[in-house]
């Protein structure tokens, strides 16, 4: 199984609203990466989970809030967000093994996210 | 710092032509590892190549091939024969060393239109 999940495919919220978003990968990586990207730009980088625990975070919001559970379970929590939050999330994983540095990202279909 | 251009915003070009996408990097890291991503309008980013800064060998891969060359610190990415399924945005990314837990440096992205 080479295939990372994200669910949901399409997820509209309004500012006050708490969601979440899930992702989940199968090929024993310990690596796992949420990416915030907007049309017509490449991903920007928000968390990297290593071995379980947050390894970067690129200064992203409180309102934006990561979760790793297991090695195979990532999610992003959401809450207040406010409408230029409005993107495609991408969440990606990796072996993870050798820092990091050198290993290919497979990546999940994204969730395209609107806020109003 | 790491930087990673590329020029071409979009391209566009008639089924069966060639085409070739630059990628120009900078890195004071003597150790790097550079990749191209494929983002058809599906939105998953599809990790096509890796090459670490030590191995200047070109690369091909079916109608797909890359120039590595470290004395202009470009890594070009051609498509021979292009093809309507070849239509996608495609990144060329740089990888930070060791400890900074893989963190991608993403162009711009460069925007392919294959028209039949």
């Known amino acids: 199984d080479t295939e990372v999940t994200q669910t949901p495919k399409h997820l509209v919220m309004g500012m006050t609203n708490k969601k979440s978003l899930k992702c989940e990968q199968h090929?024993?990586?310990?690596?796992m990466y949420w990416y915030k990207q907007k049309a017509k730009k490449p991903p920007e980088l928000m968390f990297v989970?290593?071995?379980?625990?947050?390894?970067i975070n690129e200064s992203v919001p409180s309102r934006f809030s990561p979760e790793c559970p297991n090695s195979s379970l990532l999610n992003l929590h959401l809450h207040a967000l406010q409408p230029e939050d409005s993107a495609l999330y991408l969440c990606?994983?990796?072996?993870?093994?050798?820092?990091?540095?050198?290993?290919?990202?497979?990546f999940g279909p994204g969730t395209r996210l609107t806020v109003l | 710092a790491q930087k990673v251009t590329q020029a071409q915003t979009e391209i566009s070009v008639v089924e069966k032509e060639d085409v070739t996408l630059d990628c120009v990097y900078e890195?004071?890291?003597?150790?790097?590892?550079l990749f191209w991503y494929k983002q058809p309008p599906s939105g998953e980013l599809v990790f096509l190549i890796r090459?670490?800064?030590?191995?200047?060998q070109n690369e091909i891969s079916g109608r797909y091939s890359w120039n590595f060359q470290k004395s202009t610190s470009s890594f070009n990415f051609t498509i021979t024969a292009s093809q309507v399924v070849d239509s996608a945005v495609y990144f060329c990314?740089?990888?930070?060393?060791?400890?900074?837990?893989?963190?991608?440096?993403f162009g711009q992205g460069t925007e392919l239109s294959v028209k039949p």
């Open positions: 990606a994983s990796s072996q993870g093994n050798s820092g990091g540095a050198r290993d290919e990202q497979f």
């Open positions: 090929m024993g990586h310990r690596a």
């Open positions: 989970y290593s071995y379980e625990k947050l390894s």
């Open positions: 890195t004071r890291d003597t150790t790097y590892y």
């Open positions: 090459r670490n800064s030590f191995d200047e």
């Open positions: 990314a740089l990888s930070e060393p060791y400890n900074q837990g893989g963190k991608l440096i």
